[in-house]
């Protein structure tokens, strides 16, 4: 958490010192010069900071889709959020289907049970717990 | 007609018997012939059936029991059931728990799901200037781009010199109207903290017209005191559902949480 508190920083003051470089040459004025050089100089060293955080992030991953979301001008949250979303529903579809199975488990148990009474009673023997009469 | 309807049946008979054969395999006798059956000539007799090889679990004969029941493994021909095997091992972790509580995920789904997500990346990054919104590929800054062509760098980042330094003399006056656009950033609605660089960032160069200040000061005032009143809304709004992040900080504090 650190680290990445640390790139923010780092990310925040050079785009800082991009903008006012900005300013400085939207109307430029000759005792601006050694204003302007210094900061050049700041983007090299704004550079350097953050690309020692560089190593201490190397463990982190992002997904190449949130780049989607930031290259159309969209908030990245949209994507944890239809993230979410997505594996709710799965989530919900899955277990539509196991429940369904149960009971389709259950049902055919029990009208076989009827066809073959033998043979279910064999067969539940076998099975033991793993099929509860019904 | 009774023969022709007699020949239907046959027929029907016939497929019905094939279907039974092929569900408890080899074992059924194949169907009589219709003539045995005296509807008349007809088809003649198909022949038996192959054994099916992936069919269904039948009911052999319980001499026909080799092994002890429920030891199969490799499952085909032997014990009592045929292709009987062992179940697999249930596992505690299916889709039928909720696996957002199970991973401790609800209070990230309120937050991103229960309230509404502003669509815009400047709402995700408000403080950033310039023309966020616009999509990458308008002006060449897309991230796809960065990745598909990675700029070819050096090994490490040098200072500029004093002679390289001579190389950014500038000329004095301001910029051309093209380059001026680049400085100028969408009216932001919200107004937490007054941006005092917000206001030295626009150049309004004193070529524009002075009616166009007056309108957007007039707008400013009367937006003010509504925007004032959402404000305090929704502070207390805040405030009341998630007492860890506070109104004030929260557009600073929700930007850091989520690189986190």
Redesign the interface.
């Known amino acids: ?1 650190a680290e ?2 640390h790139l ?1 920083e780092h990310l ?1 003051k050079f ?1 800082e010192n991009i ?1 006012q470089l ?2 400085i ?6 005792s601006s ?1 050694a204003g ?2 210094q900061k ?2 700041f983007i ?2 704004g ?2 900071d953050i ?1 020692k955080c560089r190593q201490q992030l190397h463990d982190i991953t992002v997904p ?1 889709e949130v ?2 979301y ?9 994507y ?2 239809e993230c ?2 997505r ?2 529903a ?2 919900e ?3 539509g ?3 369904t199975m149960k009971k389709f488990k259950s049902l055919l148990i029990q009208e076989l049970s009827k066809v ?1 009474p033998e ?1 279910m009673a ?2 539940r023997s ?2 033991g717990e ?1 099929h509860p009469p019904s | 007609m009774k023969i022709t309807n007699a020949r239907h049946l046959g027929s029907v008979a016939e497929g019905m018997m094939e279907n039974f054969t092929a569900l408890f395999g080899a074992q059924a006798d194949p169907p009589p012939p219709p003539t045995a059956l005296g509807f008349g000539p007809g088809k003649p007799p198909p022949p038996p059936p192959p054994p099916p090889g992936g069919g269904p679990g039948t ?1 052999p004969p319980p001499t026909a029991a080799t092994a002890p ?2 030891t199969d493994k490799s499952g085909a021909g032997c014990g ?2 045929y292709l ?1 095997r062992e ?1 697999p091992g249930s596992t505690e972790l ?3 728990t ?3 509580t199970h991973y401790n ?1 609800e209070q ?2 309120n937050k ?2 229960g309230k509404k ?5 400047s ?2 990054l408000p ?3 310039g023309m ?6 308008h002006d060449n800054s ?3 781009s960065l ?1 598909e062509k990675p700029p070819i760098l050096s090994s490490s ?4 010199t004093g002679t390289m ?1 001579a190389g ?8 051309p109207e093209q ?2 656009l ?2 100028i950033q969408p009216p932001k609605k919200k107004n937490k903290h007054k941006h005092k ?1 917000s206001r ?2 626009d ?1 309004v160069p004193p070529e524009t017209p002075s009616d166009s200040d007056h309108k957007k000061k007039k707008k400013k005032k009367e937006e003010d005191p509504e925007r004032k009143r959402k404000k305090k809304e929704k502070k207390k709004k805040k405030n009341r559902h998630s007492p860890d992040h506070p109104g004030m900080g929260s557009s600073q504090a929700s930007s ?1 949480s ?3």
């Open positions: 958490m990445k508190d923010e925040e785009v903008r900005g300013i040459v939207s109307d430029f004025q000759p010069q302007l050089n050049l100089n090299v060293t550079l350097q690309d190449l780049f989607e930031i290259d159309q001008g969209r908030n990245p949250q949209l944890t959020k979410l979303e594996a709710l799965k989530n579809q899955v277990k289907k196991i429940d073959f043979d064999k067969y076998i099975r793993d | 009911a029941p429920g009592p059931f009987m179940l299916t889709g039928s909720n696996l957002i995920l990230a789904y991103f799901c997500v502003k669509e815009k990346l709402n995700f403080d950033l200037p966020i919104d616009l999509p990458g590929s897309s991230l796809r990745i980042f040098n200072p500029i330094l950014f003399r500038l000329h004095t006056g301001p910029l380059c001026r680049m400085h660089q030295t960032q150049p850091s989520s690189l986190r």
